[in-house]
Each structure stands twice: as C-alpha cells, then as structure tokens.
C-alpha cells in the first residue's frame, strides 16, 4: 500500500457520518482503522491496492453506541445459562426449566433467568417452591428476575445456603416467607446476591469463560450495529478478561466499564477500592475503566426504589413506605469526591425521584469543591421529580436511559402495581431534559431488556409504545422526542457521556472507522418500519465483524 493511500474504500452508499461539517457523503476512505477523509476527498485516495466496497446506494452511520449493557451477563446466558423471556407465565416458565434442566447432570447447577417481576407475588409460597423443585429435578436452581436484582432459588440451594425459617434477613435484602414463615425461594437484593456468591465458590468460573461470554456478548452487539458500549457492573474478572482480549487483538469495540463500588445483586468481589486498584493494570487501547458503579437504589415492584412520595397502600409494603437509598448522603459524597480527585466518573443506579435527587445534590456539592471533569450519569433515572429537571443540565449530569425498560410492557405493568397506573405512567421525561439542555445517552440494559436493539429504542423515544407490539397504550405521550434526537441519544451523545467522543459517534477524518450498514434508511421509512431496521453489516476500524446471513439487494457488496 503506497503511503498515504487508502486501505479501504467505501462508495455509492448515502453516508450519515453526523459530521456537521460534511453531513451526508457517498464514499468514505480507511486507513489505519480511522476515518482517512469523506465525500471527493475519499475518492482521491484510492490506489491499486485499495479495497472498493461498493455499497450499492445502501444507508450507512457511525457505529451505534450503548451506555449502559451488561455484555458479559448476557454472553454468559447465551452460552451457560437458561434464557427464558420474562413474559412467560409461571406454568411456561416452569416447563422452560424442566427442558433445560433435563439436559444437565445430577449435580449441576440451573441458572439463568429470567421471570417477570410481576410474578413476584405467585412465586412466594411454598407451592409453587415445590413446583420449582419438580421442574429442577435434584439439582440446585437460582433464577434472576427481569430486573436481575431479586432471585428465585429452589429448596436445595436454599439448604446449601443455609437459608431456613430462622435465617435472619440479610442488610439490604430480604427472604421472603409465606403466612406460616417458611422461606419460599424468594429472595430481594441482597439475599440473592449471597447466595450467588456461594454459588460462585462451589462452581467458580474460569477466567477463559468469563473471556468467552465477554466476547460472545460483543458478538451480539455486533449484530445490532453496536461497536462502543459501557458495561454498567463490571467486575475485576471481567476487566482483566477484557484486557487479555484487547492484547490478543480480539477485542472489537471500544468497552467503558463501570467499577462495582457496592453491589448487593450480583455477588462480586472484590468492591469498591479493591477494584479501583485493579484499575490501571487492567486499561488498554479499547478498555477504558474509568467510572465506578453505584447502585443507590432498588427497583420499584420489590419496593426497593427511593421515592419521594410514598408507596400505594395495600400492596404488600409497611404504611407510607418510601423505599430506601443504600447510602446515607454522607457515604455517597465522599465515595464521589474520593473517585473525582483522580479522575473517576460515576454511574449511579437510581430508579426513584428520591434518589435521583440525592444524586443531584451529592454532584452538586462535588461541582463546587472544583471538580468538573468527572462524568456522572443517573442511571435509569425513570423518575424525576419536575424540580429536578433542570438540575441536569446545570450540574452537567447524564440521564442514563434504557427505553426497553420503561416503553409499554411488563416492567412498567410491575411499577403501575406499586405506585398507581396514573404515577407509574410518568416515566422518563425525555423531552422535558432535552429542552432543559440535558444530555440524554441511550442504553439498552440488555439482557434486563431482552436484545440491545436501538431501533427499538428509538421508536420508544419517538413514539412512546411498544415496539413489538405486545402491550398496548401509550406512555406518557407529550415526552417524545424526534427521529434526529433520538439518533444521537444512540451516537454522540452517548460518545460524550461515555467520555469517548474523540473517536466514536460520528465519521468525522480521524475518528475510529466504526460503521453500520442498515437494511433501510431511518430517514426514509414508515415509523412503524422503524424497529424493524437491521444492520446488514457492522465494521469496527476498519474491518467487517458482522454481516447478516441474508443479504437484501440494496446490502453492501464487495466490488
């Protein structure tokens, strides 16, 4: 290849780089992995040895972005784990089991997930425990629920737990108990994570499997045009694992993870500075792991979730119950001012106005002691209080969202149980931060939500319903956003807020050559064809990682 030619050379294609000096160009020139020039420019730098896809007139963007995933979690559900969806009722998710623990030996383990939070309620009892035991044949069984922060455990895990009428409630979490105080397998927040931790010692899991899941987690991402992402719980198993892959050159998208500073769902360790030690050791060219991870909250159907105003009556929680932060104010500042002193950024799980605002305030204080370099991001953020609103902008704080978590469907059901269908319908004021000058940045919470696709999320933002058409109704309508808003939720919004805009969200000269091919144009289409929109090829610097099995004839080919 002569110096200064290009190795790659993309043309006849309608190319959206979100560039606002160059928009929209039909060809676009590689070299070494980064964007080399776009439009007339790029044609100039073709030479003998360049190769010329010709795109045929199909759509192509930067690659889509992802702030908050839980890639391995999900690699390791493809790969080891049963995944049921969690719409099933109790009867099919029990046969679902029954199948998948059938195919396993006496002694291993059944897990996976995941069971609709709003089958809470049926599973506590000891009948349907016993139901469990039936469907999981002898073996130990955990379950996660779709919210991955409570879990269902038959009678044999509970007995390798030691988990019986008399176990005290563990501080965090609770052990739920039928009218007689059996324990039925129903386990909230930190229960389950206790029991996961056993889980782990009896059966640990390599660091080559952890490196195998990470790695098919990207493969999937990679089949919904996804090439940055930020994992949003990451362990130091898994920052090394993703290390050893990026030395190996197999690393294919650029990973920010979020160091677990207190976890009371998954059962890691180490936390907190234990993990930031690891912090350095662990960093290369595309894993960056640069914030840390609160969780300061719950989730509303367990009634974990802090709120302002309380609870509904009679659904199950003590009178006027409001839920709880998992820190005092005091913890949480000094956690946000220790990391901010070297350079850490924050991603904080809040699904509660209560603690949304706890959060607001915290920053605020980290603000005025000089440090505005740090990011921060309310995860979730489902609920804000109108107060609070504007706060976002001003502070410089992140609304983290998960559309898949909040547009129609069973999730939101769950809520509507527990705070009344007309508070429970309020979710996610994304017009009202846009407006407000907030930066909004796009996650999917996969495998919580059960793919990673944006197109989906996108027709959320924009439409306020169900994408698949499952649920019914619409959301809190006067929130939409636009077709372009939504777009950059998923690019270079989230490039800033992932603290990645150097090189990712848009196909500017310079910036990583990471790309999608679409099977249509967002631009062009019927909005009801939004969440069909597929990638029919997806290629990180400069090199093609995904191409769907069928190819349309408008589909990128080689010339």
């Known amino acids: 290849m002569t110096t200064g030619l290009a190795e790659l050379l993309l043309v006849n294609g309608v190319i959206d780089t979100l560039s606002a000096e ?3 160009v039909s060809a676009l020139a590689v070299r070494g992995g980064r964007v080399a020039a776009v439009g007339d420019d790029a044609l100039e730098l073709q030479g003998p040895d360049t190769e010329v896809v010709d795109l045929a007139g ?54 996976g997930g995941s069971w609709g939070s709003g089958l809470l309620n049926e599973l506590n009892s000891v009948e349907s425990l016993q139901r469990l035991d039936e469907a999981t044949g002898g073996r130990p069984a955990l379950f996660k629920d779709d919210s991955k922060h409570n879990r269902w455990a038959n009678s044999v895990a509970l007995e ?39 889980r782990e010692r009896l059966n640990p899991t390599s660091v080559e499997d952890i490196a195998r899941a990470a790695r098919r987690g990207i493969e999937i991402l990679h089949s919904y045009g996804i090439t940055a992402f930020q994992d949003a719980a990451a362990t130091v198993q898994l920052m090394q694992a993703l290390k050893r892959l990026d030395e190996q050159g197999e690393l294919h998208a650029w990973v920010v993870t979020s160091m677990l500073a207190n976890d009371f769902i998954f059962g890691a360790e180490p936390l907190g500075e234990g993990i930031i030690a690891e912090r350095d050791a662990t960093r290369s060219e595309h894993h960056r792991p640069d914030f840390i991870k609160i969780f300061l909250d719950g989730v509303p159907p367990a009634g974990t979730a802090a709120f302002i105003e309380p609870y509904l009556e009679g659904v199950g929680f003590p009178t006027c119950h409001h839920g709880h932060t998992t820190m005092e104010a005091s913890e949480l500042e000094g956690w946000l ?95 009202a931060l846009l407006d407000a000058g907030a930066t909004v940045a796009g996650g999917s919470d996969w495998p919580v939500s059960v793919s990673p696709n944006v197109w989906e999320g996108v ?42 805009s150097e090189v990712v969200g848009t196909l500017a000269p310079g910036k990583a050559a990471d790309f999608v091919v679409l099977s249509d144009n967002p631009h062009e289409v019927d909005v009801e064809q939004i969440p069909r929109i597929t990638a029919r090829q997806t290629w990180f610097a400069g090199t093609r990682v995904f191409t769907a099995a069928a190819q349309v004839s408008s589909a990128a080919t080689r010339a």
């Open 58 to 111: 199909a759509y192509v963007m930067p690659g889509l972005l992802d702030v908050h995933n839980h890639h391995l979690l999900a690699g390791q559900m493809d790969l080891f784990e049963i995944n049921a969806v969690p719409t099933l009722a109790l009867d099919a998710f029990l046969d679902a089991v029954a199948d998948y623990a059938a195919g396993l030996g006496p002694g291993e383990w059944v897990i």
């Open 337 to 431: 001012l220790r990391t901010a002193e070297r350079g850490i950024s924050a991603k904080i799980h809040c699904t509660g106005d209560a603690s949304v605002r706890l959060v607001l305030d915290t920053v605020e204080k980290v603000r005025a002691a000089g440090h505005h370099e740090p990011r921060y991001h309310v995860a979730h953020g489902q609920f804000v209080h109108p107060d609070d609103i504007a706060r976002f902008a001003e502070l410089g704080v992140v609304a983290d969202i998960s559309p898949a978590l909040w547009f129609p469907g069973v999730i939101p059901q769950a809520i509507q149980s527990v705070l009344g269908e007309d508070r429970g319908s309020r979710l996610q004021p994304n017009r």
């Open 22 to 24: 160059v928009p929209r």
């Open 459 to 500: 027709y959320g933002l924009i439409t306020r319903q169900d994408p698949t058409g499952q649920f019914p109704g619409t959301l809190w309508p006067e929130q939409a956003i636009t077709l372009d808003e939504a777009i950059r939720v998923y690019t270079t919004a989230a490039a800033e807020a992932m603290g990645l």
């Open 160 to 198: 390798l737990a030691g988990i019986g009428a008399d176990t005290p409630d563990p501080e965090g979490g609770q052990i739920l108990r039928d009218a007689e105080g059996r324990a039925t397998g129903v386990l909230i927040e930190s229960a389950g994570a206790a029991l996961e931790k056993l």
